[in-house]
């Protein structure tokens, strides 16, 4: 019969044996590791370029230029600096503290191989650089991560994979056209169908190429009120505007009337504000400029976005077909309606 003490002393034989297979497993065989920053051989502040790369057809590059980020691939059109800082913290934040994995046959199932990954984030700066997988998740705010040049796969904490998307809009102001549309006055569009101006007064919304007897139909012009008001980008395409563009012949033209409220204090705005004000009697109203926007969509692309220019930016950029549609799908009998009586043919 084993005595109790027989039984007490087996179980703290095998808690040392655990012990010591765990010490194996996070030492990768030796004695001692030290802890290390994946990230070798540059510093965050030498950062020059990060390339995100979610596959070799799918990419996105930030470049540092003075105090920001920009998007060099795009002319560069600036980016979300603080975002990219926050992520380039995170990424120098990754250790070699918890080893996962030493043998490349896990590399597929950890997705942190050289052409099977979540992530590839190639850092350069000067005469140096640095290459990153990161695969998929070990737990909540966790990745399993490697370096190129070696064969050890560890999980860091305080990142996904997902944070660094390739999708550019995520990490610039997507807001291509933002103009409150209460502020709205006039909305023209010129399409394949004719040419419509909608004009705003007191009551409404009206549309002066009515003919005897008809009536504006007015259920379409909240959607086309509020995709002219509110543009966001897909991706900026640059400051040139290429021929494949299709801005010589562009499908549909929108033109913008919009007031904008006059920030008082200055003598510029002042002088600006009495173009509007007429009379001492209304200086303690809202004051506010006449502003223009004039919108050109162009060619469709590959991905089935649609190339938009907006005559307040210097920049080419993609939008979804969704937006475009809106406009390039307006025709007269969207406008107009019979009197309730003449169209139910009495």
């Known amino acids: 019969m084993i005595s109790r003490s027989n039984v007490i002393l087996a179980i703290l034989l095998a808690a040392q044996v655990v012990l010591l297979a765990v010490s194996v497993v996070t030492s990768g065989g030796t004695e001692s590791r030290a802890i290390e920053p994946l990230v070798q051989g540059i510093g965050a502040p ?4 990060m390339t995100i790369a979610t596959s070799p057809d799918d990419a996105v590059t930030f470049a540092r230029k003075g105090d920001g980020w920009v998007l060099p691939d795009a002319d560069d059109f600036p980016v979300n600096g603080d975002k990219v800082d926050e992520m380039l913290d995170k990424l120098f934040a990754l250790d070699n503290r918890r080893l996962v994995a030493a043998n490349p046959a896990n590399f597929a199932r950890l997705e942190v191989k050289a052409d099977d990954y979540r992530r590839r984030i190639e ?21 399993y991560a490697r370096r190129a040049d070696e064969n050890h796969v560890y999980l860091g904490s305080g990142l996904n994979s997902w944070e660094l998307s390739t999708q550019i809009a995520s990490w610039v102001d997507a807001s291509y056209v933002n103009i409150a549309q209460d502020d709205v006055q006039q909305i023209r569009v010129q ?11 007191d009551e409404g919304w009206t549309y002066a190429d009515l003919g005897e007897g008809e009536l504006l139909e007015d259920s379409k012009i909240p959607g086309i009120l509020r995709n002219a008001a509110s543009i966001r980008l897909v991706e900026p395409l640059g400051l040139s505007a290429l021929d494949a563009y299709g801005m010589a012949e562009p499908g549909v033209v929108v033109d913008l009337q919009y007031r904008q409220l006059l920030e008082t204090g200055s003598s510029e705005e002042a ?3 009495e ?11 809202p004051q506010y400029s006449q502003e223009t926007l004039a919108l050109t969509f162009g060619a469709t692309l590959e991905d089935g976005d649609i190339v938009l220019k907006s005559s307040q930016s210097d920049y080419f950029v993609s939008v979804r077909e969704t937006t475009y549609k809106v406009f390039n799908e307006l025709s007269r009998d969207d406008l107009v309606k019979l009197p309730e009586s003449d169209a139910g043919g009495e």
């Open 46 to 49: 030498e950062i020059e370029r």
């Open 123 to 143: 850092l350069s700066g000067g005469n140096a650089s640095a290459v990153i997988y990161l695969g998929g998740s070990g737990g909540v705010d966790t990745v």
């Open 191 to 201: 399409n394949a169908q004719g040419d419509f101006t909608l004009q705003r007064d």
């Open 271 to 273: 002088s600006a504000a």
């Open 275 to 285: 173009e509007v004000v007429d009379d001492e009697a209304n200086a303690d109203e």
